[in-house]
């Protein structure tokens, strides 16, 4: 037997099962879930950073909608938000990297 002890996608139980291989599985409260969240955010942005690949990056944005789900928004509420933060602070489009200030 091999402990995971992490958070996993919806799917992956029955992924596993298909399989022919048994798991166990918790559902967990919110609190602990969020928590379960930001250490599988850790995670996939660790595994972006070691290979840059799109599809960790994917990895990452879904993460991010499971946390704003968890902290009872949506993502259009979030996307929002972003879209009000890029507008009052700008986005990264043009590749500006600040040396200092005086």
Known sequence: MIE???SVRD???EIIRAQGKACH???L???RWVEELNKKLGE???EYL????LEELADIVEVVHGIVAAKGRT????EELRLGKREAR???DDRLFLVSVE
């Open 75 to 78: 993502v259009e509420e979030f």
């Open 29 to 31: 409260g919110e609190e």
């Open 50 to 53: 070691e290979s840059g690949s």
């Open 44 to 46: 996939e942005l660790q």
């Open 25 to 27: 599985v918790e559902v």
């Open 90 to 92: 700008g986005g990264f």
């Open 11 to 13: 799917r992956i139980p």
């Open 4 to 6: 995971y002890n992490k």
